[in-house]
């Protein structure tokens, strides 16, 4: 039986709002295979309404191959879409990870500096 810190453990919390002319999703917790879903459905229903998607991985804590599988996912489907995706204040351990998968490269604005939101 799991206890409620392990569950609060395995969370993804998306706070979404608008700053300048895009639309901002905050990531908190863990982008893992029980929550990767989570991020596509809502993420991917912005993408067909907004032309800007900034994902905030400031509280980003863990992420997983789902969770790397998810944001290349949510990638192609903004491309797809003619909407810019990008990723923000990465951990060093979420930019190493993306890094070594060669996915840093494609998210432009994370691969250049990491850009700081207000």
Request: hydrophobic residues 40%; aromatic residues 4%.
């Amino acid at each position: 039986m799991a206890t409620d810190a392990s569950i609060g453990a395995r969370t993804l919390t998306l706070q979404t709002y608008d700053w300048e002319d895009a639309t901002v999703v905050g990531c908190t917790g863990r982008l893992t295979t029980e929550t990767a879903l989570h991020l596509k459905t809502e993420v991917k229903a912005l993408i067909q309404c907004k032309q800007k998607v900034i994902l905030d991985l400031t509280d980003l804590v863990h992420m997983d191959s789902s969770g790397l599988g998810a944001l290349v996912a949510l990638y192609i489907s903004a491309k797809g879409a003619k909407c810019q995706l990008q990723l923000v204040n990465l951990s060093p351990r979420i930019r190493d990870l993306l890094s070594l998968t060669n996915v840093l490269s494609v998210f432009e604005e994370c691969g250049r500096c990491g850009t700081r939101m207000p």
